[in-house]
């Protein structure tokens, strides 16, 4: 590594180490007032106290003041539906018809799948989120133009092609055999290409037949470290519609366990109308149940009961859902997730929001040896955040006096003004945004 690569960036570093017990659980975070991480070769060389001497030979990058945490990451959203996002629907179901299988039938269109990406990419950098997980459309071109705009920004990025064979228009539509082809072909050129994760993408119970989930399942065990992500329990009539397509089956979540495709792997957005048993399998499975506040709240799906899910000993994860979600931001997605239990009586404390949208998440799609913490070794993303960044902001800050009523701050009142920077794999990349 050439040594004019290396960046010391000075701030306050605060990194979990595991999730919150409690608001005062400081054993679960590293916190370091006048903290330095070293990146170079898109790695974390070194983390800890800034030391001007050990510094003075390398470019300094000054976010004293700032906190500097791993970068954010999204475990659930869907890169073609950013002219999707504040379409006026009754419920879900319509919502999808009217609206979302629409506005994919576009995707076909190379030029806009690659104008949408690259407009996607900026938003999550802007937003401060450097790993998500998306879901792109049925076309192969939405993925390449998906993995390509990432690959350009250097950005860890799991993504699919959706799987869909009924219940969707006709240009939205595969076939068990070239879903699989598809499939196969695209996770042959994209999984592992730099930072690039494929992740089987059957959209839900509803749009594949059961030929199609046999193909999907083949590919799962063709290809068992690779991700899955799919659609559960997000809303009633979603559940009893999915219900009479499989009826010999227990409930929903049981097709996903009668293809084989539930495991540590897989990522269920929503699980927000579990029944018991389901709640058992998830958690035995080891899935991951994907809560979208913004999403839920804003289609009107239900309120995600967190501390059920919790009881079981379920893994859960927390994602916008962008453009069932109506915000890039994962302060605002914890912040309405905050009210959601408000609402259900349960507590959701800051640090356990800011472990979520780091470690947790990380921990969720298993990609916590590479991202999720500030560590020697780790993958260089990082956000740098302000909880002074507006005239009321900084004005309440005034009076906060604690690390974890700061963060309660950012995530009640921030959003995209409070990232001060965002780095990619080392480099500083919301700053190179064009304005
Ligand atoms: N269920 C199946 N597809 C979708 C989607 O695109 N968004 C949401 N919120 N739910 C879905
Ligand atoms: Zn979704």
Redesign the pocket.
């Known amino acids: 590594m050439d040594a004019s690569e290396v960046k010391v960036l000075r701030g306050r570093v605060l990194s979990f180490v595991d999730e919150p017990a409690s608001i005062d659980d400081a054993k679960s975070y590293r916190y370091i007032e006048d903290g330095a991480v070293v990146v170079g070769g898109g790695k974390i060389i070194m983390v800890g106290e800034f030391n001007p001497k050990a510094a003075a030979h390398h470019e300094i990058i000054d976010h004293r003041g700032k906190l500097i945490l791993p970068g954010l990451i999204d475990p659930h959203i869907?890169f073609p539906?950013m002219q999707v996002i504040g379409s006026y629907a009754a419920n879900?179901l319509e919502?999808?018809n009217t609206y979302?299988f629409v506005e994919?039938q576009r995707f076909a269109d190379k030029a806009h799948a690659t104008r949408i990406a690259a407009r996607f990419f900026d938003e999550l950098i802007r937003h401060g989120t450097t790993t998500a997980a998306a879901?792109c459309t049925i076309h192969p071109t939405s993925v390449d133009a998906f993995f390509g705009e990432a690959a350009k920004r250097d950005m860890l990025m799991v993504g699919g092609k959706?799987m869909m064979d009924r219940n969707a228009p006709e240009a939205l539509r595969d076939t068990p055999q070239s879903g699989y082809d598809e499939s196969k072909a695209l996770l042959e050129k994209w999984h592992g290409r730099g930072r690039a994760r494929y992740a089987i993408t059957p959209?839900?119970a509803?749009?594949s037949t059961h030929e199609q989930m046999e193909m999907a399942e083949a590919l799962a065990r063709e290809y068992p470290d690779v991700h899955i992500q799919?659609?559960v329990d997000?809303?009633l009539a979603?559940v009893a519609f999915a219900k009479e397509l499989f009826p010999n089956l227990p409930d929903y979540l049981g097709i996903y366990e009668r293809y084989h495709l539930l495991g540590p792997k897989t990522l269920l957005?929503?699980c927000i109308h579990l029944t018991h048993r389901e709640c058992e399998v998830l958690t035995q499975t080891r899935s991951v149940a994907v809560w979208?506040p913004t999403?839920n709240l804003f289609?009107g799906?239900g309120l995600f009961d967190h501390d059920r899910l919790h009881a079981h000993g379920a893994r859960i994860a927390v994602a916008t859902?962008v453009?069932?979600?109506s915000s890039y931001s994962m302060l605002r997605t914890l912040d309405e997730g905050y009210k959601v239990l408000q609402l259900r009586g349960q507590r959701l404390n800051p640090l356990r929001s800011f472990y979520m949208m780091t470690l947790g998440n990380a921990r969720a799609m298993s990609l916590d040896d590479r991202i999720g913490t500030i560590e020697t070794g780790r993958d260089a993303d990082l956000v740098v955040l302000d909880a002074s960044a507006t005239p009321q902001m900084a004005l309440r800050m005034e009076a906060v006096d604690t690390l974890a009523n700061e963060l309660f701050l950012l995530q009640t009142c921030g959003d995209d003004r409070a990232v001060v920077e965002t780095y990619v794999a080392g480099r500083p990349m919301k700053s190179a945004l064009a304005a």
Do not use: A, K, M, P
Request: some cysteine.
């Open positions: 869907h539906q879900l919502w999808l979302t994919e879901y959706v959209r839900f509803i749009t799919t659609h997000e809303n979603e957005g929503h979208c999403s289609i799906s859902d453009g069932g979600g």
